[in-house]
C-alpha cells in the first residue's frame, strides 16, 4: 500500500479520492486478507505505472503458491507469468481455444503488429505497396509482421511516407490479437 501513497495520512480518505493504481492495490489487499482459496484478477495490471506493476507482480507471486488464480487479461507477459492454460470463450461464452500462452502464440503466424494512423485514408495502392498483410479499421491500418527485421523495414517504408500519416506504433502480439484472429477464422 505505501509503494502506491496509501499511508496513514490518508487511511481515512474517502475511496474517490484515490487514484487508479491505489485502488487497484487497496482491492488486492483487501481481496488477500482472508487469504482466499480462489482469487479473480480483473484486468488489474492495465492502469498501475512500471514500478507498482512489479510490486503488484511481487505480491501476487507470493499469493500464486497457495492460491488458485483466474484471471481476466491479455497481455501476454502477465497471463505467461502466472497463468498455466488461458481459456479463450467468445462473445457467447462459447469455448473458441484453450492452452498455454505459447501454444497460442504458435497458432498465431504473426509476433508484432504496427498500428498507422494516416492523416487521411491511405489508398490500397500505397498499403500493398508497403508489402505485409494488413486489416483497415476506419481509416486505422494494422500491419501484421514476423520478426524484428520485418519492423525495422515497415518502419523505414512508413518514415518515408511520414506526410501522409499522423503516427504509427510497434507492438508484440497479445491475447487480444490472438482471438480477434482465431474469431475471423471461424
Same mark, same amino acid.
Given at each position: 500500500?505505501?509503494?502506491?501513497?496509501?499511508?496513514?495520512?490518508?487511511?481515512?480518505?474517502?475511496?474517490?479520492?484515490?487514484?487508479?493504481?491505489?485502488?487497484? =492495490?487497496?482491492?488486492?489487499?483487501?481481496? +488477500?486478507? *482472508?487469504?482466499? /482459496?480462489?482469487? %479473480? @484478477?480483473?484486468?488489474?495490471? #492495465?492502469?498501475?505505472?512500471?514500478?507498482?506493476?512489479?510490486?503488484?507482480?511481487?505480491?501476487?507471486?507470493?499469493?500464486?503458491?497457495?492460491?488458485?488464480?483466474?484471471? =481476466?487479461?491479455?497481455?501476454?507477459?502477465? +497471463?505467461? *507469468?502466472?497463468? /498455466?492454460?488461458? %481459456? @479463450?470463450?467468445?462473445?457467447? #461464452?462459447?469455448?473458441?481455444?484453450?492452452?498455454?500462452?505459447?501454444?497460442?502464440?504458435?497458432?498465431?503466424?504473426?509476433?508484432?503488429?504496427?498500428?498507422?494512423?494516416?492523416?487521411?485514408?491511405?489508398?490500397?495502392?500505397?498499403?500493398?505497396?508497403?508489402?505485409?498483410?494488413?486489416?483497415?479499421?476506419?481509416?486505422?491500418?494494422?500491419?501484421?509482421?514476423?520478426?524484428?527485421?520485418?519492423?525495422?523495414?515497415?518502419?523505414?517504408?512508413?518514415?518515408?511516407?511520414?506526410?501522409?500519416?499522423?503516427?504509427?506504433?510497434?507492438?508484440?502480439?497479445?491475447?487480444?490479437?490472438?482471438?480477434?484472429?482465431?474469431?475471423?477464422?471461424?
Amino acid at each position: 500500500l505505501k509503494t502506491v501513497g496509501i499511508d496513514e495520512k490518508n487511511m481515512d480518505s474517502r475511496i474517490e479520492t484515490l487514484s487508479d493504481a491505489q485502488l487497484a =492495490v487497496l482491492k488486492l489487499a483487501i481481496g +488477500l486478507i *482472508k487469504e482466499p /482459496k480462489i482469487l %479473480l @484478477l480483473d484486468r488489474v495490471f #492495465g492502469a498501475l505505472e512500471p514500478k507498482v506493476k512489479e510490486v503488484f507482480t511481487e505480491a501476487i507471486e507470493k499469493v500464486s503458491e497457495e492460491t488458485t488464480l483466474i484471471m =481476466v487479461d491479455q497481455e501476454m507477459e502477465i +497471463l505467461g *507469468k502466472f497463468c /498455466k492454460k488461458v %481459456l @479463450l470463450l467468445s462473445r457467447e #461464452g462459447s469455448m473458441i481455444t484453450m492452452g498455454s500462452v505459447e501454444e497460442l502464440l504458435k497458432t498465431y503466424p504473426y509476433k508484432f503488429d504496427i498500428e498507422v494512423i494516416p492523416k487521411k485514408a491511405l489508398s490500397k495502392e500505397i498499403l500493398d505497396s508497403l508489402g505485409y498483410p494488413y486489416h483497415r479499421i476506419g481509416s486505422l491500418v494494422r500491419f501484421y509482421l514476423t520478426s524484428e527485421s520485418e519492423v525495422l523495414d515497415l518502419t523505414s517504408k512508413l518514415l518515408k511516407i511520414k506526410d501522409k500519416i499522423i503516427s504509427f506504433e510497434t507492438s508484440s502480439v497479445d491475447v487480444e490479437d490472438v482471438y480477434y484472429w482465431l474469431i475471423s477464422r471461424e
